[in-house]
């Protein structure tokens, strides 16, 4: 059984940081690709970032240079380090891994940046 568990979403001023991380179990997590989305209310789920089995990532345009994803593969964790949070990043941010072309889902973890 597949299991994403995402922690560390909270309240946070703009300019702040916060760092979140997947946990991940049932999948063989070194083989994995592993992002996060996020969908803010009222609009769909967009990609943020990506990490592959080799540690190359990618990032959507609104958050780089301020987003870094990294992984653990001794932990089957994946962590999203998150400085100068905007107002706009407010979102439930979601953990994805895909394997094989499976994709996989957290429950997601709210993200607040107020003004």
């Known amino acids: 059984q597949v299991q994403l568990v995402e922690s560390g979403g909270s309240f946070v001023q703009a300019g702040g940081s916060l760092r979140l991380s997947c946990a991940a179990s049932?999948?063989?997590?070194?083989?994995?690709?592993m992002g996060w989305y996020r969908q803010a209310p009222g609009k769909q789920r967009e990609f943020v970032a990506s990490?592959?089995?080799?540690?190359?990532?990618n990032y959507a345009d609104a958050v780089k240079g301020r987003f870094t994803i990294s992984r653990d593969d001794a932990k089957n964790t994946v962590y999203l380090q998150m400085n100068s949070l905007k107002p706009e990043d407010t979102a439930v941010y979601y953990c994805?891994?895909?394997?094989?072309?499976?994709?996989?889902w957290g429950q997601g973890t709210q993200v607040t940046v107020s003004s």
């Open positions: 049932g999948i063989a997590f070194t083989y994995a690709a």
């Open positions: 990490i592959n089995r080799f540690s190359i990532t």
């Open positions: 994805n891994a895909n394997i094989a072309g499976q994709p996989y």
